[in-house]
């Protein structure tokens, strides 16, 4: 066939983006960035609606403008419906979430992707899957939904290729064109070549071909169980070195100085769609085949109770200064999962809120750049007005690490409560700024 790149640009293959979320909407402005003519499909209409005003993507650079030049020139729409999508392009990108319910991995969005594809699907279309998946997923469950609707053959008929996404939220676009080799692996050699000479259009870093899906699958899960497992890590010496007396950032700073140590920072906990989800996807996967991976195991374990024993090491400073925990106001400071995103899904806030609530404190949370919730309680007010959340606050919890944070001081606490109480639990604080809090 005539090189793909000349097709792309010259809009003989239109690509259709599914889901322009976190992932989808960084991957959609980096092929319209390469020439490529978008059709953008998403079911949230206040997301389509957002991209057309030109106010989607607010921390990812670049985006929102990508988008708005391309639809004005013609190079881009958006949709809800995914099966006409389908129909109009010939190059199909999965960028829908999966995630965890009620402790299960979550298919159905990908799931009802693969139906809508499957509708539409022509002879010599191309599919790249991009979410993260437990090994096996892309070929045993996605592609029998796609060949059942499409009545073709994956490899025969179709190209079927499985790319995960590779970013960092805040500089998506930039791993995606700049960062990292992109991985490539196909359900055949025909799905291979066609992934590798496709993705090499908009990865500077090249392609990283695997000999098998499931290969993959397994590569994009393991960076994340490796941050999990090296986040416990650092909690455990983080207390290990709180109870005899070691400034843990410290011995950090020496160890990591040679190259064969690279000790995470320790915290409130572990948030977002990624590291706290994919150990799950291995350790679920692990669980059908009868072998437990204890380490693993145990490190999702570590994090995810880490925001309550940040809670309760905050609510002994709270007793030791003879503070009446019922009725005490707690202002906790960040509701992103992590510092300089507005994403806060699976944010360890929400555990730390409900601690706190649970004790009979009254909580107010204050974020920088997200400015509504529906998952807070009705009783706490979230607002991006640090004087109002910390209002006669007994004291103040760190929970997420904003860049503004880095520069607060005592007086912009001076609405709080005295003797001022700060819990800093992401070490974002500078110590010289705080000589009169506890």
């Not at 007010?381 to 109002?388: M, P, Q, R």
Request: proline share 4%; hydrophobic share 40%; with cysteine.
């Amino acid at each position: 066939m005539p090189e793909i790149q000349s097709l792309v640009t010259s809009y003989k293959k239109i690509i259709a983006v599914y889901g322009l979320g976190n992932v989808g909407g960084p991957l959609a402005a980096a092929w319209l960035r390469a020439g490529a003519k978008i059709i953008g499909v998403d079911i949230s209409k206040k997301l389509l609606s957002q991209i057309k005003a030109g106010t989607s993507h607010k921390k990812e650079p670049f985006i929102s403008d990508t988008f708005t030049k391309a639809l004005n020139q013609g190079n881009m729409e958006v949709t809800d419906n995914g099966s006409e999508a389908s129909t109009r392009s010939h190059i199909k990108i999965v960028a829908v979430p999966v995630g965890l319910k009620e402790s299960k991995i979550d298919l159905s969005a990908l799931k009802s992707v693969a139906k809508d594809i499957g509708q539409g699907l022509k002879k010599e279309d191309a599919i790249l899957i991009s979410p993260s998946l437990p090994p096996g997923t892309a070929q045993n469950i996605v592609l029998p939904i796609i060949e059942k609707y499409s009545k073709l053959k994956g490899e025969q008929d179709f190209y079927f290729v499985y790319n995960p996404e590779r970013i960092f939220e805040g500089r998506a676009l930039q791993d995606i064109e700049e960062n990292y080799p992109a991985i490539v692996a196909g359900l055949g050699k025909k799905s291979l070549e066609f992934g590798e000479e496709l993705l090499r259009m908009i990865s500077k870093k090249g392609v990283l071909t695997f000999s098998s899906i499931a290969n993959a699958e397994a590569e994009k899960l393991f960076e994340g169980v490796y941050r999990d497992v090296n986040i416990a890590l650092a909690n455990e010496l983080s207390e290990f070195c709180e109870k005899v007396g070691v400034n843990y950032w410290e011995a950090r700073r020496g160890a990591n100085s040679q190259p064969f140590c690279h000790l995470h920072y320790p915290g409130t906990g572990v948030g977002g769609l990624c590291i706290p989800v994919y150990p799950r996807f291995i350790i679920e996967a692990s669980s059908k085949i009868g072998k437990h991976l204890k380490m693993v195991e145990f490190a999702r374990k570590t994090n995810d109770l880490m925001p309550i024993k940040c809670v309760n090491d905050s609510l002994k400073m709270l007793t030791k200064n003879k503070v009446k925990l019922k009725g005490a106001k707690i202002a906790v400071l960040g509701l992103g999962f992590r510092g300089e995103v507005t994403d806060s899904r699976l944010s360890p806030t929400y555990t730390v809120v409900k601690e706190f609530l649970k004790k009979g404190c009254k909580v107010a949370v204050h974020d920088p750049y997200i400015f509504e919730d529906s998952l807070l309680p009705l009783s706490v007010k979230l607002s991006s007005d640090l004087d109002v959340v910390v209002d006669r606050a007994s004291m103040v919890f760190i929970s997420s690490d904003h860049k503004t944070y880095a520069k607060l001081d005592q007086n912009s606490f001076s609405k709080a409560k005295k003797p001022l109480l700060v819990f800093d639990g992401r070490n974002i604080l500078d110590k010289n700024n705080f000589k009169d809090a506890s």
